[in-house]
């Protein structure tokens, strides 16, 4: 006869590997989604940086141009560019999951939560392109 | 097509000190086989020892919830024949303790439901003398909420529930939520005290998979997004007037 237990103790406890994140495509894009904040902090202080610069005197903003010119420069702001675009539109589509239909206490399109924050995002994109064009 | 197809079902014995492995069966495959029948089919005709729960067979009870091919699944609602030619890789869900085979310890999980308070909750002696009356409208705030089965597979899809065992996760969370909503309800403050702790709400960091795999169409995401922001505004009440009654 088979010895029985009342009380199997043995689970058995399986751990996360340290690399979950590659484990599908979604826990991917997630990653890449908390990651990007790191270069919405590197734009920011490369902005302190630029203004910095632009506040000393005329030498020092032209080496700051010049080291931004640098290829190696120019590849990586194309990267970072590339994580704060992603670092937008994820969180900017993530607004509908709370404030709008929140708000209207019944469910709304997910365009009407997200649009006001392109729509601004786009607006103040077209000002400054017109600024740095010399057009403002 | 071939007529078979071979499932590797993840074995575990307590008894034996072992490692989990897989084990290939050959099963039949037939058109209206969900991976459940495939199962039973082991069960029944190969391997006695397979150990695994179903009960209804239609997607209500949730018991039957398994990793296929990775992804948490009600292996009762899901085609065998959408996995051919295969292999199928049937293992127990994820971040749960495995009792035996396919089994996992529900123990915690069961728990952390208990403590977020999910039924009606009247702080009054009210006592209807009717059924309470709650408008369309009423009913739709948390209709959707309470359509969760229990099967679990959202914890299975969220990282954090495997990353700190604490997190009360998805299910928990989005069933008290519903009992927020509901009109009947006078327990917000009950929950908002246990929810709003670090291993609650504020652990999620909107990776969103637990919406994704809900084979009941339940959004638990938004759950616990909605329970931040109403989280907020009781502290800010509070803040603001903190002898004011909320």
């Not at chain 1, 000393?56 to 590849?75: K, V």
């Not at chain 2, 209807?128 to 409208?137: D, N």
């Not at chain 2, 065992?165 to 006078?186: C, K, T």
């Not at chain 2, 246990?194 to 909107?206: A, F, K």
Request: include cysteine; glycine fraction near 4%; aromatic fraction near 12%.
């Amino acid at each position: 006869m088979p010895q029985y237990t009342q009380y199997q103790p043995k689970e058995h406890r399986p751990k996360m590997s340290a690399y979950w994140y590659l484990d599908n495509w979604h826990y991917l894009r997630y990653a890449l989604r908390e990651s990007s904040s790191f270069f919405v902090a590197y734009f920011c202080v490369l902005t302190l940086v630029q203004l910095a610069a632009l506040g000393t005197n005329a030498t020092r903003y032209a080496r700051f141009e010049a080291f931004m010119a640098h290829p190696a420069m120019i590849i990586v702001n194309a990267i970072a560019l590339a994580f704060f675009l992603l670092h937008a539109i994820t969180w900017f589509n993530l607004v509908p999951r709370v404030m709008m239909r929140q708000i209207l206490a019944r469910p709304t399109p997910d365009i009407i939560s997200s649009a006001p924050n392109y729509l601004v995002w786009f607006g103040a994109t077209i000002i400054l392109a017109l600024f740095i064009t010399g057009v403002l | 097509m071939s007529d078979t197809i071979i499932l590797e079902v993840a074995r575990f014995n307590p008894e034996d000190g072992g490692e989990p492995s897989y084990q290939s069966f050959e099963v039949p495959l037939r058109p209206d086989w969900m991976v459940l029948d495939g199962l039973n089919h082991i069960k029944d005709q190969l391997d006695g020892s397979l150990a695994f729960r179903w009960s209804c067979r239609m997607g209500i009870c949730g018991s039957c919830g398994m990793m296929v091919n990775g992804v948490p699944t009600l292996t009762c609602e899901t085609l065998l024949m959408n996995y051919a030619p295969g292999p199928v890789r049937v293992a127990p869900l994820d971040h749960f303790p495995v009792v035996k085979d396919l089994v996992v310890d529900l123990d915690d999980f069961l728990a952390k439901l208990q403590k977020v308070r999910p039924w009606v909750v009247r702080k009054d002696d009210f006592k209807p003398a009717r059924e309470f009356m709650q408008s369309p409208a009423q009913l739709e705030a948390f209709h959707q909420f309470s359509l969760c089965i229990n099967c679990t597979l959202c914890y299975a899809a969220c990282p954090v529930s495997g990353l700190d065992p604490d997190f009360i996760g998805p299910a928990a969370i989005a069933l008290a939520h519903r009992y927020n909503l509901d009109s009947r309800d006078q327990g917000i403050e009950d929950r908002l005290d246990i929810v709003s702790q670090h291993e609650g709400i504020w652990d999620c960091t909107v990776v969103g998979e637990c919406s994704v795999v809900c084979p009941k169409h339940v959004d638990p995401s938004l759950a616990i997004q909605q329970f931040k922001l109403t989280a907020t505004k009781e502290w800010f009440k509070s803040f603001l007037l903190p002898r004011g009654k909320h």
